[in-house]
């Protein structure tokens, strides 16, 4: 079965940080590719960031270049990370990792299995 967990949000000051994880399991996601998408209230689910091992690719939104840094660790923890720096009031949302069984994509209908999902909330 396959499982993802999400965890490490919370509420922190603009400029802060947090690292997210998410913890997977029934997979060896160095096969898929693996994204941290994010939804604000009122608004669609947003990739945030893509990392594909299979193919090389690594994606970063615009809005988080620089400041966000996705990693992953399938050796030790099986999980991917997500570091997020110099956060902003408007990187408040609700962060979820999925995996899509084949490459990294904008289309989040195609991402087949999902975390449950970890409430950022970053205060001005």
């Known amino acids: 079965e396959v499982q993802l967990q999400a965890s490490g949000g919370g509420l922190v000051q603009a400029g802060g940080s947090l690292r997210l994880s998410c913890a997977v399991s029934g997979i060896t996601f160095d096969d898929y590719a693996m994204s941290w998408i994010r939804q604000a209230p009122g608004k669609e689910r947003e990739v945030v960031s893509c990392?594909?091992?299979?193919?090389?690719?690594?994606?970063y939104a615009d809005s988080v270049k620089g400041r966000f840094t996705i990693s992953s660790d399938s050796k030790t923890e099986n999980a991917v990370f997500l570091q997020m720096n110099s956060l902003k009031p408007e990187d408040t949302a609700v962060y979820y990792c999925?995996?899509?069984?084949?490459?990294?994509?904008?289309?989040?209908?195609?991402?087949?299995?999902w975390g449950q999902g970890t409430l950022v909330t970053v205060s001005s």
């Open positions: 999925a995996r899509h069984a084949f490459f990294c994509t904008l289309q989040t209908p195609e991402y087949d299995y």
């Open positions: 990392t594909s091992k299979s193919d090389g690719t690594t994606y």
